[in-house]
């Protein structure tokens, strides 16, 4: 089981920025993808990044532009940059990793999750 654990969430004004990170116990090349999840009281958890070992990356609508997701060279660090955030973005944001075998198609299906971190934006 891949160990995952989120750090970087705090609070932050409007337009502002925010980078999370997520340490994996495994590195991310050795498993198919990782991604990142936020969920906020009363709704479903949502995809809001994901990239695949091989490096391909898909965000939600509502972040494209704004948000970028990497992972540095061992494979053992998932950041989640964030630009010009919204109030709208306040959520407790979730670590989540594919732990199959890596293959050749970018269809994640996430297994492993960390404990999350809290980020809000006070407009």
């Known amino acids: 089981q891949v160990q995952l654990v989120e750090s970087g969430g705090g609070l932050v004004q409007a337009a502002g920025s925010l980078r999370l990170s997520c340490t994996t116990s495994?590195?991310?090349?050795?498993?198919?993808?990782m991604g990142w999840y936020r969920q906020t009281p009363g709704k479903q958890r949502e995809l809001v990044a994901a990239i695949h070992t091989r490096g391909s990356t898909n965000y939600a609508d509502s972040v494209k532009g704004r948000f970028t997701i990497s992972g540095d060279t061992p494979g053992t660090t998932v950041y989640l940059q964030m630009n010009s955030l919204k109030p709208e973005d306040t959520a407790v944001y979730y670590c989540?990793?594919?732990?199959?075998?890596?293959?050749?198609?970018?269809?994640?299906?996430?297994?492993?999750w960390g404990q999350g971190t809290q980020v809000t934006v006070s407009s």
């Open positions: 989540a990793a594919d732990q199959r075998i890596p293959s050749s198609y970018f269809t994640p299906i996430f297994n492993s």
């Open positions: 495994r590195s991310m090349f050795s498993i198919n993808a």
